[in-house]
């Protein structure tokens, strides 16, 4: 012990050298605008490079666990063509033929951060304005729903998470009854946890019922997943149930996530811009 301080004592000057150095480029860093912004701006992009960096990592290591979420969703998906179904012989029917028009694309995207303790969680992703990414697209993953995009640059962009007090909005359906109604949030408390509100206790609701969008979402296309009703509870002096909805997503260990491209969006939004002029004009 008494040799180390001897080797500190030996290195004073040293020492005093280098605290004055950080504390001279401390307080020209705080006190300086230029400077300041320099800081930020720099370590910012470290910042992102070192996540981006460390993601990767990551990612290389649940390889495994991603190729299997991506293999069982291309079966879900095979089981929807319409090659895996026949049509059964009759000696009279009908055939109504349809015009099908694509109205989503989806982008592939990493998580570059994410968290899931704070009242109000963002997810920063690797695709931007580069790639089309624009403010309003919805995030889900292959178990379901992520967040929705707040901002963007030109290579990144930040999602507001399902785990969100305050600034995620979602239509929900209730698939075993196929009806929308209520509306879906997070009390800020178990990540693994949602709570679906305004739902009128008289409604037939049962434990085991799935929960997901709505047609009628302007961010998600149909029938994407957002949990499972995992308990009803119903008091006689109040109106809605108190139901609680376990998450189809594990927040914690998202790496890859689909970003939803509507491409009827700016049509539909032209439409009901045009209505409210008329509406305004009627008034």
């Not at 929960?211 to 997943?225: C, D, G, Q, R």
């Not at 209505?275 to 305004?280: E, P, Q, V």
Request: hydrophobic share 35%; proline share 3%; aromatic share 12%.
């Amino acid at each position: 012990m008494n040799s180390i301080f001897k080797y500190l004592k030996s290195k004073l000057h040293v020492l005093l050298f280098l605290l004055l150095e950080i504390l001279s480029i401390i307080s020209i860093i705080r006190f300086n605008t230029y400077q300041t912004a320099f800081y930020y701006s720099n370590t910012r992009k470290l910042s992102l490079s070192l996540h981006e960096a460390n993601s990767s990592i990551f990612d290389y290591f649940g390889l495994y666990t991603k190729n299997q979420a991506l293999y069982n969703e291309n079966i879900d998906l095979r089981r929807k063509l319409r090659s895996n179904y026949v049509v059964e012989s009759k000696k009279i029917f009908e055939i109504n033929d349809t015009v099908y028009k694509q109205r989503y694309k989806y982008f592939p995207a990493q998580v570059i951060t994410n968290s899931t303790n704070r009242q109000n969680n963002f997810i920063t992703i690797n695709r931007g304005k580069s790639s089309g990414i624009e403010k309003g697209m919805g995030v889900f993953c292959p178990e379901g729903v992520v967040g929705t995009i707040v901002e963007v640059s030109d290579n990144y962009s930040i999602a507001v998470s399902v785990l969100n007090t305050e600034g995620f909005k979602v239509v929900p359906k209730i698939k075993e009854l196929n009806d929308t109604k209520g509306t879906v949030n997070w009390n800020g408390k178990d990540p693994n946890y949602l709570n679906l509100e305004n739902i009128n206790k008289y409604e037939p609701l049962k434990v085991g019922y799935h929960i997901v969008t709505s047609p009628y979402s302007k961010n998600f296309p149909e029938n994407v997943p957002i949990g499972v009703i995992e308990s009803l509870k119903s008091r006689t002096t109040e109106t809605f149930y108190d139901i609680k909805v376990k998450s189809s997503v594990n927040f914690g260990k998202i790496q890859t996530v689909y970003i939803v491209i509507d491409l009827f969006k700016d049509e539909i939004e032209k439409l009901e811009a045009e209505l409210n002029k008329k509406n305004l004009n009627v008034k």
